[in-house]
Each structure stands twice: as C-alpha cells, then as structure tokens.
C-alpha cells in the first residue's frame, strides 16, 4: 500500500480556514533562512489525511468488536453483574490513568513509535484470552487491555491535531468521525455476528489479526519522528507529567476546554447507560425500539462532525458552544419530563447534533493550543477530560439513578448544561469578537 505524505510542518502552519499548507522551501517568519532549523521546518512531513483518517476507522473498529464482545465473554465465564461492570469500566480507567504519560512519552519517543508498540501489545493479549475462563482472569486481562488502549488512540489524535491548523476547522470532526464509525457501527455489528455464528475464540483472533494489521498501516501512515529522547532537553517522565499538570494551572483555555469537553461526554455517557432501560420501563418501548436510540444519537453525531465544521466555521467558538449546550439541555429536560416516546427519538436527535457541535469546537481549540504549547502537553490533557467525563457520568449517574430516578438524573444534568449556557452567553457579552 502506497501512502501519500505532505510536505508541511502543522507546528508552524496558519490557523484558519483560509490557511494554506507551506511548501517545501518556504522561509517561516523567526527561522533564518538555510539554518538547521529552517530546514527542519521545511522538511517536516505529515502524513496524507485519507490515510490517517482510515487508520482512525480501523482502530475505531477494534474497539468496537472489543466493548461488545469483553462483557459479554465475562459473563460467559460466570462473572456476576458488578464484575462484567468493571469489564466494562476497565478501558476507561486505563485511558485515564495514562492520558498524561502518553503524552510525555508522546513527546519523547513520537506518535510512531508509541502506535506501535500498542498494537502488538494488544494483538498478544488478546491472543490469550481465549484460554482464559475464570472471571478474575478475564478482568485482570481486560485491564492490561485497557492500559494499551490509549497507545492506539492518543497517537492518531495527536498526529490529527497537529494537522489541523493547515486543514482548516471545517475538517476539525473528521478523525473523531472515522473513528466514531469503527467504534459506533462497523465494530458492534461485526462483532454481534461473529459471536453469534463463529464464537469468542473467532473474534479475539479476529481482532488480533486486525490489530497487526493496524501495526503495518501504522508503519506506513503515521510519520517516523525520532523525538528527544536522549537529546538535550529530554526529562524524566515524572517531570514532563509535572509539566503538563503545571499547564492546567497556568492556561486557563486549557481548563475551560476540558471542563467542556468533560461535561459534553458525562452527558453522553449517562445518556448510552441509562436511555435505553428508561425508555423500556416508562414508555413500553422495545429493546430493539429503544436501542434505536443509542444509534439515532450516533448517527447525527457523525454527521455533524463530518459536516458541522464547514456549516460553523466562521461562528465564534462561544457561539458554538452555547448553540451546544441549548441543544443538550433541551435533551435534558425532553429525556427529564413525561412526554412520551416521541420526545425521546427528539432529544437523542438534539444530543447527537449537540455534542458533534462540542466535539468540532474543541477539537480546533485543542489544535490550536498544540500549535502553540507542544505536541505532547496537550496530546495527554485531550484525552483526560473526557475520560474523565465519561466515567463521571456512568459510575455518579448510576447512584443519582438509584436514588432518585433516570428522569431526576437527566434533570440534573440539565441543570449543569444550563449553567454552561448562562456562561457561553455572558462571554459574548463580554470577551469582544476577534
């Protein structure tokens, strides 16, 4: 397989949608011309963004085949239902744990570098999970499992970021938006019919198999960087992980985009657990029916970060959110009344087009502080807050759900989604247009 690479530098590239890639041998403003630097500037190469982008769908359906098939195969083994929920919590709290040194290591070995190793890491660990059968096992599996999941993901996102600035942000949702389609469709689907015609052994080969092949596309897409390791202004890892926590004090952009983009994917994490059983115990509706919701939500998420970046891309990013989280709350409140089955089909339409608006905005912000801050300093931050928020939503979901209801709990969240609407609408009113 042939793969095309550009010859621009994202580090140095023009923010905008009207930014134009540099060419190679195009004097960058600060840089003296036939310096070192310059050179390095010119040369650096990208790679080409359909190659990247079916790399991301690849890696999404891996994914995908894994979250369907991992809790089912724990209860195939005899786990009891809180055990299939750490199954099931474990890849989370992997991503979560090694957001921050992923992005030192980032940093200091490349994305290359990082991708790869990942990939054969979990290509042999699913190769054992075939002889295992006691449910302990299988979630000490699906943990190491789980600390290699960000080795797959974090390295393309940051490869994507890095683009972004000279691919203008009407494309800012498209590497979310093939991975989406891996994780949300192709690998559910797939894996549902492996299971039920070939069995767990077929899939885990299968994914294995697909993982090494995720290793060679790797090889020839994603970009050899030899990174600072052993080079002058090379750091311990605790130091660089202490950077990046020091970045969270200092860059108050920084923070504001992960409260953000933590927010939007708590929502969407208590709406994937807690719609479909609300929606079978108080509207009658099917599982299938209900389930239908999960996708609809899915599907206009997609859309929107394949098509809402060019629609917005000339609005204000405040304006973006703000337009955002008025859709999430009125999912809230449709999802938090009685109003029957038709309101729910309608808010799961409001929440998939919400949070791909979310999902578009930040993804150019976070593209643009990694032109400014560094690869690796953002590369870890862009995947602990929604993470975190992912994990927020499911686990205190959960109790507020016990406790007081799905409805309440949607209520609740409807409150939070307000508040960053009154906060959107006094930064237009304050902060002027640039």
Not at 17 to 38: C, E, H, I, L
Not at 83 to 96: A, K, N, S
Not at 114 to 119: E, H, I, K, S
Not at 317 to 343: H, K, N
Request: glycine letters at 12%.
């Amino acid at each position: 397989m042939r793969v095309l690479v550009s010859e621009v530098n994202p580090g140095d590239a023009p923010c905008g949608p009207d930014a134009a890639p540099r060419a190679r041998g195009a004097v960058v403003p600060g840089v003296a011309a036939g310096s070192g630097d310059a050179q390095r500037v010119a040369t650096a190469r990208v790679p080409h963004l359909p190659a990247l982008l079916s790399l991301g769908m690849m890696v999404g359906t891996i994914n995908g085949l894994s979250r369907v098939a991992m809790p089912l195969y724990a209860v195939a083994s005899g786990a009891q239902a809180w055990q299939v929920g750490i199954v099931g919590g474990l890849g989370y709290m992997g991503v979560l744990l090694m957001a921050l040194p992923m992005g030192a290591w980032i940093d200091r070995h490349g994305s290359r570098t990082m991708f790869l190793r990942g990939a054969i890491a979990a290509a042999l660990l699913y190769l054992l999970l075939p002889w295992l059968h006691a449910p302990w096992h299988v979630i000490a599996l699906a943990a190491l499992l789980g600390f290699a999941l960000p080795f797959r993901t974090v390295p393309i996102q940051t490869e994507f970021l890095a683009m972004l600035p000279s691919l203008g942000p009407a494309k800012a949702g498209w590497n979310r938006g093939a991975f989406m389609l891996g994780l949300a469709f192709v690998g559910p689907a797939v894996s549902a019919a492996v299971v039920g015609s070939l069995g767990f052994t077929a899939l885990f080969l299968m994914v294995s198999a697909t993982l090494l092949l995720a290793f060679l596309v790797g090889r020839r897409v994603l970009v050899r960087r030899s990174g600072i390791a052993g080079q002058a202004d090379d750091a311990p890892l605790h130091v660089r992980i202490a950077g990046q926590i020091a970045l969270l004090r200092h860059e108050p952009l920084v923070r504001r985009t992960m409260l953000i983009d933590g927010l939007a994917q708590m929502s969407v994490a208590y709406f994937v657990v807690f719609a479909i059983p609300m929606a079978m115990r108080h509207h009658g509706m099917t599982l299938q029916a209900a389930a239908g919701l999960i996708t609809m939500q899915g599907a206009f998420y997609v859309a929107v970060l394949f098509g809402g970046g060019l629609l917005v891309a000339r609005w204000r990013d405040d304006l973006r959110y703000l337009l955002a989280f008025s859709l999430l709350t009125a999912q809230s409140l449709l999802y938090g009344t009685d109003l029957g089955a038709p309101a729910l089909w309608l808010g799961a339409a409001l929440m998939g087009v919400g949070v791909g608006l979310q999902g578009v905005t930040s993804t150019t912000r976070f593209a643009e502080l990694m032109r400014r801050l560094g690869r690796g300093r953002i590369a870890g931050v862009t995947s602990l807050a929604p993470t975190s928020g992912g994990i927020l939503g499911a686990v205190a979901g959960g109790v507020v759900s016990q406790h007081f209801g799905s409805d309440r709990g949607f209520l609740l969240l409807g409150l939070a989604q307000a508040a960053m609407v009154a906060t959107q609408v006094r930064r237009l009113r304050v902060v002027p247009a640039s």
